[in-house]
């Protein structure tokens, strides 16, 4: 039975259609970076704004080489070590074949970093349009302008305050000398923050993927039935009395009363864990930071980025990975043979009965009995364990 499994392997079109997904996420970062060398919208601004007269300094706390440094280098790598040292786990039998563990650690990778380049694109280009759309003054942008006073005529786009003072007028790039059209442009990118949005693109999702593997969760119950059995709030049964084992920790054969207090039914996870999943957090919360102290960005920028960055790693993560409370740190399984490309109306799922692996290998092997299929998922790594209700196929594909 296991040499069978060892001998399917996936469909061109399957495999083909991930290689594809992985070339318009490449496409999507594509259309950010091609969106930097576009000239933004300038506001109008006021050369008497205190906001925007902060000094203008080359030198950044978090250059652009160290950012991606952080954000996309670091979390590759440790998301390439998690999948290489801790994958599949210790569920698997010790006589799983080799490439079978090998197809997981693979299979998890590739989810595991599609996920992080989806997060990272995504936040890059729309951050990127955004920039160009609204081209807010940076608070250093005086500084990089340099303005002529002489040209505040000819610059002015409004008069509403030459009664009070002759410079308090409104006047649009026109008014600046400073040459090096790259510094003076870059000075109408303040909203939202590219360095706060990438941060936590990278990092935040890091944080979930280390979570999902380590089982790091806030504790939570399982909906159950609703029940007058005192023995499911007790703190003391007298199955507690007779045995010093709880309901979940007895052999399955136990005849034994069976019911499991509901604060015996989850436990916190060791504190180290949590600290160890938060570092990204507050390596991307520093990030910001400094985009406030180099005075490159106003704080609602920062929070603005933030929010994009946020909101995409979640996205992001979810798109290739099972819940972190109930997924057992897997991610989700791959696509059906024939639904690699995409689906109709009245198809409910891309997974089917199918599998990955072309109808001409399944029935050159023949058809597999139920009981030998779920023996190969749980060899597989387990994810039959989560998955195996909706996507039980003829070959066991869970063994990707």
Known sequence: MMSRLNSVSPSK???????????????????GAGWNYIEPFQRPFSPVDLSISYPFENKETIPTWLLILVGLVGPAAIVFLVCLIFVP??????????????????????????GLALSLAVAFMITQGMKLLFGKPRPDLLSRCRPDMSRISSASVSSAGLDFNPLWVLVTAEICTNTDTDILHDGFKSFP????????????????????????????????????????????????LRSAALPLHRNSNDSSEDVVPIRFQAAAPPVWTLVLVL????????????????YRHFGFDLLFGSLIGIISSWFSFRWYHLPITRGAGWAWGPRSFERAWGIGVGVGSYVGTEGWSHRRVAEKYGTETETDTNIMLADAGGLGQTNANHVRREQGVHAV
């Not at 029940?227 to 703190?235: I, L, R």
């Open 13 to 31: 079109r399957l495999v083909l259609s991930y290689c594809f997904d992985w070339i318009v996420i490449i496409a999507i970062a594509g259309v």
């Open 193 to 240: 923050s590219g360095h706060a949005s990438f941060s936590w693109a990278g990092l935040l999702y890091l944080t979930l993927f280390l979570a999902s593997k380590f089982a790091v969760a806030i504790p939570f119950l399982p909906p159950r039935p609703f029940s007058t059995n005192p023995a499911h709030t007790s703190a003391i049964t007298r199955s507690n």
């Open 279 to 294: 570092i990204p957090v507050g390596s991307a919360i520093y990030i910001t930071s400094t985009r406030f102290t180099d």
């Open 89 to 114: 786990g210790p569920t698997v039998s010790k006589t799983t074949p080799k490439s079978l563990i090998w197809r997981r650690k693979f299979w998890e990778l590739n989810t595991g970093w599609m």
